[in-house]
């Protein structure tokens, strides 16, 4: 058990109390543990009374609590309610779950993104289900005249024994609503959890499946209409002119003008990248239309100087150099070798140098990964209507909170004016916190004085930037004479982003090492993709330490876990970024739930693990080569994220990273040409499709009672070198260089 | 701009609109039918797949001209209270993570499973070919084919 001082105001309670609404919103909802039957719908209460920003109790016991954070597929807007409901012993068949919109005064940190939802969620979503619970409580002992200590609650109900007295919560909320909160609260022990460990069904399925409006590209509001942007066609340019004179005359086209998004001398925050601010809007009665008469306006575009943006980078001031000019490949692959050989020492451990002197075999390898799309099948889209000094924004994304403050900044509008309805987003991966689109949106409205929704199409979306950066990494290292590891030397940077995490495993793991960095601007806008950094990191490293075991002549897994083992007992250096028990952890449980070291008929296997977002996964894969075709035929994942909410909605995820890195790994690619982004759809940026997908996949958590750690992308990164290391035992072949494709076919 | 007479989920709907709209855009913006998704609009995603005459189809790709005189099925018109054995698995297996990519799975699979009940592997590899699931959630689309294909 542990206490918790509630930290729910007073001031919000009273606020919040005053707002309990009646049944209006039941009919947007489907109760959570229901099937998507009308008629299996409670009853509606006739009175809610709310007990905190989270829960709302109606007085027939039906009970609404709020999912604070956008839900992207995660499937938080199951999992973050399960936890408010253990702690309150709600019945989870009378919890109706709706989205919370952006609410800075009731909610802490509406963000996805770091896998840190159910981490950073966890005891104040513990904390406001037990408030409620104890108010209920309290109500119950004021009102039957007994001891508060004597009341029991379970499945939405209270009761007290020796009395012989019961009633559901519905029959107690109207008293407890006018209780104090309780300053301090007692959360449960884990081993009493309930709820938690159960599988849920995702609340949300039931509409999903039926096709009804879920997402921003779903939203509608009276005289709204459809806008689109056109972008220059390459990084490095910016507009010139423009001709829409014909366009404009198009059927269904309202107006056609230029807009500008974030101003020139906005000071940009973290999250507000984007390379074009100089746009040209369209603006129609429909999607259709819209999308002729884009073609039909005249562009004229001129090459864009290097400039210095400076950014506040939470607090801390930050600059980019923006460099003009065309990129191509070549000329980005030229830079980058050039810059990796001014690395700066970003970590230093003993005395490298003499050990690769002595070193009696040193192996070194580079690898590479290109630029890649976040590709969300939901393409980028943001309803918004300014209407004076007010504004109602509704759609996907990923940190409303920090977007509200750009979008204030950019309007002249008071925060306090702006209203942001988070829908469910079709995706985010990354892609979503970088809300440009929001702005335009917005920035559009106000123009036209119209409610409007902007949409971009794939071509708009795949070519608008914020792609993952382009990276290399070349390792060596020192082999002695026994085929201990003693020197490990990593050389990687990135254009623009440098990829290194120095900090983590095998630091600390090996006496004498260095890490060196560096960082190539570009013009091209990039940044974070799920597992940012980690992604490209995992599928170098643990490739590389796969070819290193087997130069040591030991096996990939036992040679993973004696460097583990190593960094246990006397680690090295300062810093070290993971727990080696957690992460031996994982590696024996895909052992065991792999029986590695068995030997099938024409199966390969490879091992990988990875350490980020405060987990840890390791996989196994097996797979075929028949005829030169690779077929998948099993993937076994073990995770350590601590206490697993909802499981199967949790392998659920750890599924998708894992068909989502084979996919990334074999096919994932952006190139330039003279600044031209090449892929524009799905034609030519392949994306795994089901025949390529893993026949089989299984996953298993590590059990223990730690608080909740990441899920969303920790089984991500070590599926790139998973299948690197099987591949190259069922070829004999190493892979380098991202897209796989390019080596092998599949 | 030219009147068309169309049949959606068994409903005589008449749209006003340019020749070549795709049905896509027809349903999304003149029919109120958002089930249906914009995810390329060029063929290769499989999210604006609804059915012609039970035939799995890309709306992205189907003038509304084309579409007289066949029967529209989309997402919304598949079962009346969203229990196709199809759904049902749905639910059953957990299947969608965002879930935008899943009406178009849905209807693809519907499609398979009414010239096909019992689909082999292969089989339901080659029917899904068309439809992208950036969240990954194949094996689970194919688990639910199967429990639904002993279903139907
Ligand atoms: S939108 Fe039609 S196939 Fe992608
Ligand atoms: S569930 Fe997200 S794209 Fe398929």
Redesign the interface.
Known sequence: MQNQFSNLSRRSFLKSSALAGGGLLLSFSWLAGC????EELLTLPEEWFRMNGYIRIGDNGVITIMSPNPE????IKTSMPMIVAEELDADWSKVIVEQAPLDTENFTRQFIGGSQAIRVGWTPLRTAGATARLLLMQAAAKSWNVPVSEIKTENGFLNHQSSNKKAHYGELASLAATLPIPEEVTLKNPSDFKLIGT?K??V???K????????G??Y?KEGMK?AMIIQPPAFGMKLKSFDASQAKRM?GIVDIFQVKSLQDDYKRTFFDTVQFTDLIAVVGN????VM?AKKAVELEYELMESYEEKRDMFGREGSRFVPGGLESDDSQEQKMQEASKNARVQRKDGDPETAFARASQIIERTYTAPFLVH?????MNFFAHVNGDKVHCAGPLQKPELTEQALSNRLGIPVENIEIEMT??????GRRSYAHWLIEAAVISQKVNAPIKL?Y??EDDMTAGIYRSRYQITYRAALDENNDLIGFHINGGGLPENPLHPNRFPAGAVENYLVEGWEVPSNVTTGSFRAPRSNFNASAEQSFLDEVAEAAGKDPLEFRIELLKKAKAKPIGENNDYDPDRYIGVLELVKNKSDWGKQENGISRGVSAYFCHNSYAAQVMDLKVENGQVAIQKVITAVDCGIVVNP??AK??C??????GI?TAMFGEQTFEKGVPKNK???TYR?????E?????ETYFVENNVDPTGLGEPAYPPVFAALANSLYQATGKRIYNQPFSKQISF | ?AIFNLTVNGNSKQVD??P???ML?VL???L???????????A??G?CTIHMDGAAVRSCQLPVSAAEGVKIT???GISE???HPV?KA??EH??????????GQ?MSAVALLKDNPSPS?ED???A??G????????????AAIKTASQNV
């Open positions: 099937k998507p039957n009308t992207g597929g995660q499937n599988s069904k995702n949300d399925v039931p999903i499946i039926t096709g009804k409006p879920l997402f590209i779903d509608k459809i059927p429909s999607t259709w239309e002729n590709n969300c099948m939901e393409p469910r987003l079709g995706g985010g991966y949409i199409t794939r199967d909605a659920n995820l599924e998708g990273a894992v068909i989502d996919g759809n799905f034609d994306m795994i499709r089901m025949k997908a893993p026949k089989k996949i | 701009m609109v340019d070549n709209t795709p855009w999304r913006d003149h109120d039918l958002v089930g249906t998704k914009f995810g390329c609009g060029i290769q995603c999210a989309t997402i919304e209270k969203g229990d759904q749905w639910v957990d299947v969608p993570q965002c879930g935008y990519c899943q009406a849905i592997d339901i590899d080659n899904m070919n439809n992208i699931c950036r969240c990954g959630t194949y094996t689970r689309i194919k």
